[in-house]
């Protein structure tokens, strides 16, 4: 069965930080491009940070350009999402999606089409 799970959600205080994971199953990671994204309550689904399969390369969406970071170990089928410097309007469910053909800023903006692969979410809430 083909998958992808998220882990690392949780409830942080404004300025904290957290590690959010995508683990796959069933496929390798190694040979897609990697999507995390995120849905606020009423609001719509916003393309947060994708990295490339072929070079590593990266898209940070502008409101979370210097405090997120995306990587990857294909060792591990892993992708990692790490938040620092975390606010109240970053509160989401995150998921993460796969996507074999497409560039990252293509896969990272909407309409977030083409992707097979989506996990279930992780929640984080981002309050005092």
């Known amino acids: 069965q083909l998958q992808l799970v998220e882990s690392g959600g949780g409830l942080v205080q404004p300025g904290g930080s957290l590690r959010l994971s995508c683990a796959a199953s069933g496929f390798s990671l190694a040979n897609y491009n990697i999507g995390w994204f995120r849905q606020a309550p009423g609001k719509e689904r916003e393309g947060v940070s994708c990295?490339?399969?072929?070079?590593?390369?990266?898209y940070y969406a502008d409101s979370v350009k210097g405090r997120f970071a995306i990587s990857r170990d294909n060792a591990k089928n892993t992708v990692y999402l790490q938040m620092n410097s975390l606010k109240p309007e970053d509160t989401a469910v995150y998921y993460c999606?796969?996507?074999?053909?497409?560039?990252?800023?293509?896969?990272?903006?909407?309409?977030?089409?083409?992707?097979?692969?989506w996990g279930k979410g992780t929640l984080v809430t981002v309050s005092s």
């Open positions: 999606a796969a996507r074999q053909i497409t560039s990252v800023q293509t896969m990272c903006t909407p309409p977030y089409i083409g992707m097979p692969y």
């Open positions: 990295i490339s399969k072929r070079d590593g390369s990266t």
